[in-house]
């Protein structure tokens, strides 16, 4: 069939049809029901890299390949009043994620701070995700993860580091949080794949061959990334005069947390392939951290001097022909409200994925771009 050039579907077709595709496979329909409120939020927000047209490629096909298990064994390792470690078993990332944040948000509330670890993981979608349960709360939300190779050090060619996401949210005063949510290289893999399904170049400076030289063409740099023949450039770019070097400190920073507190796996362990070129569990690591502003100088303190930092920011002196400042977290809000009554905008790739789910598994659907 042919498809349209954009779709607009409902956020409740979408969440029903990938709950249901997700239940299928074999994820019990409580997890599969946050699953698909990970990537739709994603959406709303805005970041479209991590949403549902990630949904085939990153959760149901690794499921079918036998990378990915659909019902997630949550093993406690190690648990004290401040912290937790656990193993996923390589179940659902979103899950696992939303157990550990769970288990530290109550230990904050009790003693002050909570920090998670993670090991056996798979992809957890957007990190702001799990930091924003936090702010939700009045707490301090911090999380980052791990994941397969991609950055290149500063000075090196070779993917070694993931695009291990920093990300930060705060409660305010105001309407929305404040939300940091963003990889430590200047483009992550999902954007590239993103422009790979438009058609679209990636712009330069992004990607670097393994001759130096800067790539654009999407489909080959998602090609070389998985050979290794590819990778991406760090916050900053390539070299010291820009300060690449900063973006590789904190992606190596996020590695090293993601990792090492649980004794988990790390860079060249992270391809999702053996020695053989087999695929295999990724095996990624999270990490979370939640901090109680009550027991510093109370919750309504934080939450009116965030608020006033955040608005001296934005009135600050705008640049020459600058139509305002935004601090994090304020786009995806405002992206938020626009899309909540728009839908979901559904390129061909999302609609050819859909039809082909949903003819695998028989299941009951019929979709708007059909007619």
Same mark, same amino acid.
């Given at each position: 069939?042919?498809?349209?050039?954009?779709?607009?579907?409902?956020?409740?077709?979408? @969440?029903?049809?990938?709950? %249901?595709?997700?239940?299928? &496979?074999?994820?019990?329909?409580?997890?599969?029901?946050?699953?698909?409120?990970?990537?739709?939020?994603?959406?709303?927000?805005?970041?479209?890299?991590?949403?549902?047209?990630?949904?085939?490629?990153?959760?149901? %096909?690794?499921?079918?390949?036998?990378?990915?298990?659909?019902?997630?064994?949550?093993?406690?390792?190690?648990?004290?009043?401040?912290?937790?470690?656990?193993?996923?078993?390589?179940?659902?990332?979103?899950?696992?994620?939303?157990?550990?944040?769970?288990?530290?948000?109550?230990?904050?509330?009790?003693?002050?701070?909570?920090?998670?670890?993670?090991?056996?993981?798979?992809?957890?979608?957007?990190?702001?995700?799990?930091?924003?349960?936090?702010?939700?709360?009045?707490?301090?939300?911090?999380?980052?993860?791990?994941?397969?190779?991609?950055?290149?050090?500063?000075?090196?060619?070779?993917?070694?580091? @993931?695009?291990?996401?920093?990300?930060?949210?705060?409660?305010?005063?105001?309407?929305?949080?404040?939300?940091?949510?963003?990889?430590?290289?200047?483009?992550?893999?999902?954007?590239?794949?993103?422009?790979?399904?438009?058609?679209?170049?990636?712009?330069?400076?992004?990607?670097?061959?393994?001759?130096?030289?800067?790539?654009?063409?999407?489909?080959?740099?998602?090609?070389?990334?998985?050979?290794?023949?590819?990778?991406?450039?760090?916050? @900053?770019?390539?070299?010291?005069?820009?300060?690449?070097?900063?973006?590789?400190?904190?992606?190596?920073?996020?590695?090293?947390?993601?990792?090492?507190?649980?004794?988990?796996?790390?860079?060249?362990?992270?391809?999702?392939?053996?020695?053989?070129?087999?695929?295999?569990?990724?095996?990624?690591?999270?990490?979370?951290? &939640?901090?109680?502003?009550?027991?510093?100088?109370?919750?309504?303190?934080?939450?009116?001097?965030?608020?006033?930092?955040?608005?001296?920011?934005?009135?600050?002196?705008?640049?020459?022909?600058?139509?305002?400042?935004?601090?994090?977290?304020?786009?995806?809000?405002?992206?938020?409200?626009?899309?909540?009554?728009?839908?979901?905008?559904?390129?061909?790739?999302?609609?050819? %994925?859909?039809?082909?789910?949903? %003819?695998?598994?028989?299941?009951?659907?019929?979709?708007?771009?059909?007619?």
């Amino acid at each position: 069939m042919e498809y349209t050039e954009k779709a607009m579907l409902s956020w409740k077709l979408i @969440g029903d049809f990938m709950t %249901d595709a997700l239940v299928k &496979v074999g994820v019990p329909r409580e997890d599969a029901m946050l699953c698909a409120d990970v990537l739709i939020e994603s959406d709303l927000r805005g970041i479209p890299s991590h949403g549902c047209n990630r949904f085939k490629t990153m959760y149901i %096909d690794r499921i079918e390949d036998g990378i990915q298990n659909p019902v997630t064994e949550f093993e406690i390792l190690k648990d004290t009043p401040t912290t937790l470690v656990a193993d996923a078993h390589n179940g659902m990332g979103m899950v696992a994620s939303h157990k550990a944040m769970t288990a530290i948000i109550e230990k904050a509330k009790t003693v002050g701070m909570g920090m998670a670890a993670v090991r056996n993981s798979t992809h957890y979608g957007i990190a702001g995700y799990w930091a924003t349960m936090a702010s939700q709360e009045g707490l301090l939300g911090i999380t980052g993860t791990n994941a397969r190779p991609s950055i290149a050090p500063t000075f090196g060619v070779e993917n070694m580091l @993931g695009t291990n996401p920093l990300t930060f949210s705060f409660p305010t005063d105001e309407e929305f949080p404040f939300v940091l949510d963003c990889a430590t290289s200047n483009t992550q893999r999902g954007q590239i794949e993103f422009y790979a399904r438009a058609g679209l170049d990636t712009p330069e400076g992004l990607v670097i061959g393994s001759d130096g030289r800067p790539m654009t063409d999407s489909k080959l740099i998602l090609e070389e990334l998985k050979k290794g023949e590819a990778a991406l450039t760090p916050l @900053g770019g390539t070299g010291a005069a820009s300060a690449g070097y900063k973006g590789y400190g904190y992606a190596t920073v996020v590695e090293i947390l993601s990792s090492a507190l649980q004794a988990g796996s790390f860079m060249k362990m992270l391809t999702g392939r053996d020695e053989n070129g087999n695929k295999r569990p990724y095996h990624l690591g999270h990490f979370f951290i &939640v901090i109680n502003p009550e027991f510093f100088m109370g919750e309504k303190s934080f939450r009116e001097t965030a608020g006033a930092i955040l608005r001296s920011l934005r009135s600050s002196k705008k640049a020459p022909g600058a139509d305002r400042i935004y601090t994090a977290g304020e786009k995806e809000y405002l992206s938020r409200k626009v899309r909540e009554t728009a839908g979901l905008e559904a390129g061909p790739a999302l609609q050819k %994925d859909m039809i082909a789910i949903r %003819d695998s598994y028989h299941l009951p659907y019929r979709f708007p771009f059909e007619d």
